[in-house]
Nanobody
Framework: VQLQASGGGLAQTGGSLRLSCTAS????????MAWFRQAAGKEREYVAA????????YLADSVKGRFTIARGSAKNSADLRMNDLKPEDTAVYYC??????????????????WGQGTLVTVSS
């Protein structure tokens, strides 16, 4: 199983970016996909999660009203749309996945598949 994340880059404050994550090498459907981020010198932080079976999105308080997460167009994929970006959103963003949904979707330890990370830089 491999998670491929894409879409990072540079944005100005107030701008938008979209991150995509696709899990390949699976025949079954992945129920839980999530995004975490890690800024320089800080611990990995939960951003958003999506349950395919529930068709429900979950967002961290720090990004509510600005970010959305939804299933992607490809099987076993999820998109993170980031609007109204702020300099504090600057971080390496990681996608994560697990086959079965877990109520601790905000806990990075429950995910067994991780992407390589994509850098998002927001300039002030």
């Amino acid at each position: 199983v491999q998670l491929q994340a894409s879409g990072g880059g540079l944005a100005q404050t107030g701008g938008s970016l979209r991150l995509s994550c696709t899990a390949s090498g699976l025949t079954e459907t992945v129920d839980a996909m999530a995004w975490f981020r890690q800024a320089a010198g800080k611990e990995r932080e939960y951003v958003a999660a999506f349950s395919r079976s529930r068709n429900r999105a979950y967002l961290a308080d720090s990004v509510k009203g600005r970010f959305t997460i939804a299933r992607g167009s490809a099987k076993n994929s999820a998109d993170l749309r980031m609007n109204d970006l702020k300099p504090e959103d600057t971080a390496v963003y990681y996608c994560a996945a697990r086959r079965i949904w877990n109520v601790q979707y905000y806990n990075p330890d429950v995910y067994d598949q991780w992407g390589q990370g994509t850098l998002v830089t927001v300039s002030s």
